[in-house]
């Protein structure tokens, strides 16, 4: 688990992306595994 303020920068992070209406749904998804594997959760 991630210490409780990176978990919650990591989700908000995920809210503001999950939300976007700029980018397209592939460049989204490759955001989020991005951002995962930055802070060491890799699939």
């Known amino acids: 688990m991630l210490p409780d303020k ?3 920068a990591y989700n908000d992070f995920y ?3 999950q939300g976007n209406e ?3 749904p ?3 998804r490759l955001l989020q595994l991005a951002a995962s594997m930055a ?3 890799y699939p």
Do not use: A, R
């Open 26 to 28: 592939k460049t989204t």
């Open 15 to 17: 809210q503001i992306v």
């Open 6 to 8: 990176m978990q919650k």
């Open 39 to 41: 802070v060491g959760c």
């Open 22 to 24: 700029i980018l397209d």
